[in-house]
């Protein structure tokens, strides 16, 4: 609370002296005009490119990566009023902003307008026909990363009171970062540098010069055969929107079915449904090799099959930048794929530097990392225990329909927990929101322990990302289905599936032959009573 916050160190004052200023720049040297920074880089630079790194004084804490965990790390540090400087060698708002969450979104949102143009005959107007205009499209990506740009600049962390330096960071020692020249000296540090795509050791790939989900907004054109390496998320979001905008695409997937990590029965709807919208779904097994615009795989039978392409994505696999950091110097030990090793409170094995976001190498989404940067930033500085449940994280597919799940499935449940786990599936077929939307495809599945307890859950259909919220809520708070039933739901909408499917767990737990004893005997009772 404001007038109750701890001294920092720095912080000295007399009883009754006003409190300083905690964030407090050091004063710029001027630089030579040759070396003069342009743009971003001339906002925070603030030392000479001498032999000798200008030292600043310390910092609360040094966030290196300005992506989603880096810039929640600074926000909440600085809100605590502690003195922060983030580092970042490129652009402010990381791979979520540029190149992940928020142009594939917005590329999923022009896809599916575009598929419902062509689907609106049966109300009597005339259906789009051809491909889309991949120029108007890329300035509808462009519009949505502008417009959320400004909340993760350098005006709007400044404002915050986090100083921004830009450049490339590299540990010095275990109590300092050099950035340009300049020596950032910290008590305390967060590693948030990201990931970035990584390409399968396949025989003439590099050669074909693939995309990747980092330089597929690149395009210029629509691409007219496109074949995708991967059916995770990412793979299936951006096979299914490119298929509506008119590519012929191919979805080429290792495993034997779509979403391995994910509920089998939700992998495969999606596949019948990317196969009813054209695209070729393959699972049959890996890429062997690729030569001349032709790439080979081996099916379930062991045959050599090929495809055609005009265009390759490939978005299987991210290696995380951890690379030229300098971690030896910091005492940072990392593993044999470069994630950086740390405990369960984010703690590397420098106790002062702390890792969080997809270096570390848990649940890689945007919001985990997010939330394993405030907990970071909170241990670090106020030395608080993390509150992150890693069982209760939901995640979701932002196809049509939309693929969300939390906790286990019934299959990695039934590993952990034995026989006794049971599942609880509601068809949409049964959902009146559904029904009225022709959305009926979809399910709602739970996952209870043998105790009846929830463990996870799966819900595949429009707006899963938004019911899977309270199923989340329920996997953390160990509900069960009758305490979900309890709450009321809107009707009808989307969140009635967890509710329905709650309320027939409990309806078949009231059919039981011992539940009947009981609510038998009560009856008799009542009558008797009242008769």
């Known amino acids: 609370m404001e007038g109750r916050r701890p ?26 005009a040759d070396q003069e920074p342009c743009g971003l880089l001339a906002r925070r630079h603030g030392g000479r490119h001498t032999g000798e790194a200008a030292v600043s004084r310390a910092y609360d804490l040094v966030v290196i990566g300005g992506g989603s965990a880096g810039l929640t790390a600074a926000r909440v540090a600085a809100g605590l009023g502690a003195r922060v400087a983030l580092v970042e060698r490129a652009r402010l708002g990381g791979d979520c902003l540029w190149t992940g969450c928020v142009p594939s979104k917005a590329l999923l949102h022009a896809a599916a307008e575009v598929h419902a143009a062509r689907r609106v005959a049966r109300y009597g107007l005339p259906a789009a026909t051809g491909p889309a205009d991949w120029q108007a499209v890329t300035v509808h990506l462009r519009a949505a990363i502008g417009r959320i740009e400004p909340h993760d600049s350098s005006v709007a962390l400044e404002r915050l009171g986090v100083e921004v330096v830009h450049g490339v960071a590299r540990f010095g020692g275990p109590r300092h970062v050099d950035v340009e020249g300049r020596r950032l000296v910290f008590r305390h540090a967060l590693i948030a540098t990201g990931s970035r795509p990584s390409l399968p050791t396949v025989p003439g790939l590099r050669d074909a010069a693939p995309l990747t989900t980092d330089t597929v907004w690149d395009l210029d054109r629509l691409p007219d055969r496109l074949l ?14 490119f298929g509506r905008l008119g590519s012929h695409v191919t979805l080429l997937e290792a495993e034997r079915r779509l979403l391995p990590a994910m509920d089998a029965a939700a992998g495969g ?40 392409f005009d265009h390759l994505l490939v978005t299987a696999g991210r290696m995380p930048n951890t690379d ?18 740390a405990d369960a409170r984010l703690r590397t094995a420098n106790p002062r530097i702390h890792a969080a976001g997809d270096v570390t190498g848990r649940m890689p989404y945007t919001h985990v990392a997010g939330v394993q940067a405030a907990d970071a ?22 196809t049509d329909p939309e693929v969300a799940q939390v906790g286990p499935t019934a299959e990695q449940a039934a590993r952990v927990h034995g026989p006794g786990v049971r599942t ?39 707006r899963a990302g938004e019911a899977i919220v309270e199923l989340a809520h ?24 967890p509710w329905l499917a709650a309320l027939e767990e409990v309806h078949r737990a009231l059919a039981a032959p011992r539940s009947r004893v009981f609510t038998g005997s009560l009856l008799r009772l009542r009558r008797g009573v009242l008769r």
Request: glycine letters at 12%; hydrophobic letters at 40%.
């Open 7 to 32: 001294l920092l160190h720095g912080d000295r004052r007399r009883p009754g002296q006003p409190r300083r200023r905690l964030v407090l720049s050091p004063p710029a040297v001027p630089r030579p």
């Open 228 to 241: 995708v390496v991967g059916g995770g998320a990412s793979g299936c979001e951006l096979a299914q929107a």
């Open 269 to 308: 709807l999606l596949a019948s449904r990317l196969t009813t919208e054209g695209v070729e779904v393959r699972t049959e097994g890996p890429l062997r090799a690729v030569r001349l615009g032709t790439a080979e795989f081996t099916d379930t039978e062991g045959a050599v099959r090929t495809v055609e």
């Open 324 to 341: 030229g950091l300098g971690l030896e110097q910091a005492g940072v030990l990392t593993d044999e794929r470069g994630l950086i090793r």
């Open 377 to 398: 930033v909170l241990g670090a500085l106020l030395g608080l225990r993390p509150r992150l449940d890693y069982g209760a994280v939901p995640y979701v597919v932002f």
């Open 424 to 462: 609880r599936l509601l068809a949409h077929e049964e959902m009146d929101r559904a029904v009225t939307e022709d959305a009926t495809d979809g399910f709602t599945q739970l996952v209870l322990d043998p105790r009846g307890r929830i463990l996870g859950a799966t819900v595949v259909g429009p």
């Open 474 to 497: 329920a996997v953390r708070l160990r509900w069960t289905p009758r305490r979900l039933a309890a709450t009321v739901h809107p009707y009808p909408t989307h969140a009635d599936g």
